[in-house]
T-cell receptor, first 118, second 115 residues
């Protein structure tokens, strides 16, 4: 299957600083990318959906000014957690879906990023 | 709207015995359904998918699932559990691209395999 690379896998930052997480599709063009947040022992919660070249669509309750998403190309999306606080500590996962003529294209997931804000 | 319910939050099996993970869904569309596995602090790996072809779907690592429209179910099975199967499993339903292309996740089932 296709590969989605997410970087970094782990990051520790000080409260008040910003952290950028990258998500790259290595061998396919990702027309749509998704960002999820996962709390311990819970399912994935969709934060936002981004399509290349357009603004991200955020889910209800997700602060767009705090979680900045940029989908600058068909192979790269970034999530920036601005002014991070300890409650932002979580596991963040991206996924990417291709385009083409497939109605239900498979989603490929990154390895996840463990963010700890101290 | 679509939703997914995984009926068991935890399943415990002995190595070598069958595994059954139950999933029911609802969808306004003809659904595509997926099962993903997640090992601790890792991303998700696709086990198998149903996209309106054969109702019995075979996946990787000996897993298979059967799509039953009348029961709105997509249960995951494996005839003989291995220690490496201990992980979190997610049943997922997909919207078509024209409807937003979103995936809706079940709550997850944590599988424990006893030696």
């Amino acid at each position: 299957g296709a590969v989605v690379s997410q970087h970094p896998s782990r990051v520790i930052c000080k409260s008040g600083t910003s952290v950028k997480i990258e998500c790259r599709s290595l061998d396919f063009q990702a027309t749509t990318m998704f960002w999820y947040r996962q709390f311990p022992k819970q399912s994935l919660m969709l934060m936002a959906t981004s399509n290349e070249g357009s603004k991200a669509t955020y889910e209800q309750g997700v602060e767009k000014d705090k979680f900045l998403i940029n989908h600058a190309s068909l192979t790269l999306s970034t999530l920036t957690v601005t002014s991070a606080h300890p409650e932002d500590s979580s596991f963040y996962i991206c996924s990417a879906r291709g385009g083409g003529g497939v109605l239900y294209s498979e989603a490929f997931f990154g390895q996840g990023t463990r963010l700890t804000v101290v | 709207a679509q939703s997914v319910t995984q009926l068991d939050s935890h399943v415990s099996v002995s190595e070598g015995t069958p595994v059954l993970l139950r999933c029911n869904y609802s969808s306004s569309y003809s659904p595509s359904l997926f099962w993903y596995v997640q090992h601790p602090n890792k991303g998700l790996q696709l086990l198998l998918k149903y996209t309106s072809a054969a109702t019995l779907v075979k996946g990787i690592n000996g897993f298979e699932a059967e799509f039953k429209k009348s029961e709105t179910s997509f249960h995951l099975t494996k005839p003989s559990a291995h220690m490496s199967d201990a992980a979190e499993y997610f049943c997922v339903v997909s919207e078509p691209r024209a409807a937003g292309n979103k995936l809706t996740f079940g709550g997850g089932t944590r599988v424990l395999v006893k030696p």
